[in-house]
């Protein structure tokens, strides 16, 4: 700011200044029936529609003395406060200085004041009346009736206008002023446009543009937390350029959006006002209204808001054309309850109060629109008055504020906050909750909404989104928003956008975040861990009991008869299937992974190593028997041994070899219990033991497996009195039953959540049947026997191999002919003719032992 800048062509008399301050800073004043104080000069009878004051220097003075006129006539209703009020402070500033002998000595001030009647184009015809001194007249073509050329009267030299009150008059003035270099100062016209000094260098103003007054009106809407309005303007350059600035401040600061912006046409049709408060409630949320419109305007949208029923609905914002007058709110009060507007800071001038409130018809004779003032304010007829005299008071410092001016001819922007306010329901006054002086101070505690809610009412296009959603925009509206939740595992990681948290967590339960997933395993308590643990515990206690047993009737012949060094091999098989149930169980570590490995498959490599050992030896024995009477190789305890250890070395070589190339080490599987709900993830502690891992080291029992049911198959045919081979053949039919059962069940599950548990549990049960049937089926009836009938565990007859196998064979051919016999008879008859010393009943135990090569 530049202090007292003023154009080189501006007239710089002091006396100047204090007229235009003392024009702007006029305020409502109550007008009472006046005394008597000292007449002035009379209006001179051909001035009727204007004022002249006669003077060594004439003023020019525009004021919207009536409002515009209905469509056809140019003016309307008498204005009291921006007309009359005015226009009477700048006769008043005129006194003053006329009667001061310091400020103009020997010099009079006159004026020529004009009524605008708020009409832009009206204004233009008027004010030129204020070029007709400099335009010069040629009068040779013209004569009078006598002859003689004619004699013009010379009009008033204006060196200086004052005024217009609406920017779009002092814009429509000044284009004409400028081209006779005459100055003009306003003391109400705000608007931006009329800062361009290279447009407008002979024009000033006391007063700051809108573009103050638009950045103060955006400072209260982001204060209030309001960020979706919309704007109203008066058709023209006041009202088009304030909401242009308004809408430009959104844009560039942002967080504040328009929802409509509506324009009042100059002549409004009837129902105007009323399709305005409709289109206003098409975005209802938008209940703030940012309003740059005459006072008239405003009348008239305040009362179509009353009359479409909308009271406390619209939360108006008035600029300076509002600011604190009476004549918008006049019968409207409530709707107009709480409307928060804006003015130019101005001070009081006692002076003038008690000026006018001395005005009179009697002494104010000057003032050609005082006597249509008078009815209008009294609401009466002439006729007589009372008269009181007053007293002036010289007037120093233009009312105590320094009048500064910057580069482009602008006041500095200086506002006071008003809300209008009823306080008991009853009184309506403005009141002041805070000032503008480049930054907005509000006083919150002192606004007062018709509600009589101390919250702030809202109008914003969307409500805030809870934590864990995002904010999706609409198109073109910023501030216009649909709440998406972050769904699956995002998070909300901004305002707008959700992310995908880490593998290893999942969303907090505001979703603003992320928190590792928890980490299960299975727990011995789990009903998915207790039944497998059960029957485990079942089968080494009965495979304990065998051994026992067996241990302590070694010697016995069931037990030699049984083949004592493989039994102890099936046993430890059958031993270590129901042991792998506690490593499976166990918490995972690199220990547990280790032992895992290594046992998953070498308690069936020992059980069906074992038994393929057997049911080979067997098939081998009957085989050779066919050819000749010779034993066949490898059929003694140790040469058994042998072949089952070696069957048993390929796979703890295979498993040494997997160490090798994958250590164990523990994993968190955090894809197995990946639910589609976040909150019930779990990452699942486990061996890195992968399903193909798994079957690479269980195939070579299986493989085993199926070889030996092949060779029960083959030796199914051999008399049960020989040995083992049908029980055995019984027990592998039914393991790989359960074993083709294991397969769809532990591989149909991959995909589910509880797949650790089904496939856990699916395992060791398995494993725990198979050890069960070989148990059941090989080792039961020896124990029963051993235990519950002795009588039969008793030695039998020696026989060589060749009678052994001369029998068998015998036995395969009855057998082949028992076909044509019911029930099979031979199979007994053949049992019959080989027990010559004992009862039928009983069963013979045949050992190969001593027939070892």
């Not at 009346?129 to 009078?144: M, N, P």
């Not at 009991?545 to 070694?554: E, H, L």
Request: overall charge positive; glycine content about 6%; some cysteine.
């Amino acid at each position: 700011m530049e202090s007292l800048w003023i154009s080189t062509s501006y007239p710089q008399s002091p006396s100047v200044i204090f007229l235009l301050v003392a024009t702007s800073y006029t305020w409502l004043l109550p007008v009472t029936s006046p005394q008597r104080i000292p007449t002035e000069p009379q209006v001179a009878p051909e001035y009727a529609h204007s004022i002249r004051l006669d003077g060594d220097i004439i003023l020019g003075g525009l004021f919207p003395v009536h409002s515009r006129g209905d469509r056809g006539t140019p003016c309307g209703e008498l204005k009291k406060e921006k007309g009359i009020h005015r226009l009477e402070a700048m006769m008043f500033a005129i006194d003053l200085i006329n009667k001061d002998p310091e400020l103009l000595p020997n010099i009079t001030l006159g004026a020529r004041i004009l009524d605008t009647c708020s009409r832009d184009t009206y204004a233009l015809e008027q004010s030129l009346t204020f070029v007709q001194a400099l335009i010069e007249r040629d009068g040779s073509d013209v004569r009078c009736a006598n002859g003689d050329p004619p004699i013009f009267t010379k009009p008033d030299k204006i060196v200086g206008v004052i005024g217009a009150s609406a920017s779009s008059v002092s814009i429509m003035v000044a284009n004409i002023l400028r081209l006779f270099k005459i100055p003009q100062i306003s003391y109400a016209s705000t608007a931006p446009e009329l800062s361009d000094n290279t447009r407008y260098d002979f024009f000033s103003r006391v007063v700051p543009p809108d573009s103050y007054q638009a950045q103060a009106m955006m400072d209260i809407v982001t204060a209030m937390e309001w960020n979706y309005v919309s704007t109203l303007a008066s058709e023209g350059n006041y009202g088009e350029s304030g909401v242009e600035a308004f809408i430009q401040i959104s844009r560039e600061t942002g967080g504040v959006c328009i929802a409509q912006s509506l324009k009042i046409p100059r002549e409004p049709r009837p129902g105007e006002f009323d399709k305005i408060i409709r289109r206003l409630l098409e975005t209802s949320n938008a209940r703030a209204i940012i309003m740059f419109a005459n006072e008239d305007d405003i009348r008239r949208v305040l009362d179509a808001a009353k009359r479409n029923n909308q009271t406390g609905h619209f939360l108006w914002v008035g600029s300076d054309s509002w600011g604190s007058k009476i004549s918008p709110v006049i019968d409207q009060e409530r709707v107009a309850e709480g409307a928060i507007t804006i003015l130019p800071k101005r001070a009081s001038v006692d002076a003038f109060d008690r000026y006018f409130r001395g005005r009179s018809l009697s002494n104010n004779r000057r003032n050609v629109w005082f006597a249509e003032f008078w009815e209008e304010n009294f609401n009466c007829k002439l006729g007589m008055h009372g008269k009181r005299p007053g007293s002036l008071k010289k007037c120093t410092g233009s009312a105590g504020t320094p009048v500064v001016f910057n580069e482009n001819g602008d006041a500095p922007g200086r506002y006071d906050i008003f809300q209008y306010q009823i306080t008991n329901r009853s009184t309506a006054e403005y009141r002041v909750i805070g000032s503008w002086t480049n930054k907005l101070h509000l006083k919150m505690e002192a606004m007062r909404w018709r509600t009589g809610d101390p919250s702030l009412p809202a109008s914003i296009c969307s409500i805030p989104c809870r934590a864990g959603e995002r904010k999706k925009v609409v198109k073109g509206v910023p501030c216009c928003w649909h709440c998406e939740r972050c769904e699956g595992y995002h998070y909300q990681a901004s305002e707008f956008t959700c992310e995908l948290c880490p593998y290893e967590m999942r969303p907090d339960a505001n979703r603003t975040g992320c928190v590792p997933i928890s980490i299960i395993k299975l727990d011995w308590h789990s009903p998915w861990a207790i039944v497998p643990v059960f029957i485990s515990m079942l089968g080494i206690i009965a495979t304990s009991f065998v051994i026992v047993t067996f241990v302590r009737y070694n010697d016995t012949p069931i037990v030699r008869a049984s083949g004592r060094e493989m039994s102890y091999v099936l046993l430890t098989g059958i031993f270590l299937c129901y042991a792998i149930t506690f490593l499976m169980i166990a918490t995972p570590d690199v220990g547990v992974c280790s032992f895992r490995r290594i046992f998953l498959g070498l308690g069936m490599c020992f059980s069906y190593a074992a038994l393929l050992t057997k049911t080979n030896r067997i098939h081998r024995i009957f085989e050779q028997g066919k050819k000749s009477v010779t034993a066949p190789r490898f059929i003694s305890p140790a040469s058994q041994l042998v072949i089952t250890f070696s069957l048993i070395s390929v796979q703890l070589l295979g498993v040494f070899v997997w160490f090798a190339v994958d250590p164990p080490h523990t994993v968190v599987d955090y894809g197995e219990q990946r639910t589609q709900d976040p909150m019930a993830a779990r990452g699942v502690l486990k061996c890195d033991i992968s399903d193909l891992s798994l079957i690479c080291s269980l195939g070579y029992s299986i493989l085993l497996m199926v070889t030996c049911t092949v060779y029960a198959i083959k030796t199914r045919g051999v008399p049960e009195t020989f040995n083992e081979a049908k029980p055995i053949g019984f027990t592998m039919y039914t393991t790989c039953i359960i074993w083709l059962a294991f397969i769809p069940i532990f591989f149909g599950t991959s995909q589910s959540a509880e797949r650790m548990y089904i496939q856990t549990t699916t395992l060791t049960i398995s494993l725990s049947l198979s050890a069960s049937v070989s148990l059941g089926m090989l080792y039961m009836p020896k124990v029963y026997v051993i235990l519950f009938h002795p009588e039969q565990n008793v030695p039998k007859r020696k026989r060589s191999f060749k009678a052994i196998v001369t029998a068998a064979t015998m036995s395969g051919k009855l057998t082949q002919k028992g076909g044509d016999r019911p029930n099979g008879e031979v199979k007994t008859e053949l049992c019959e003719s080989m027990e010559t010393n004992t009862s039928s009943t009983k069963t013979t135990y045949v050992s190969y032992s001593n027939h070892a090569i």
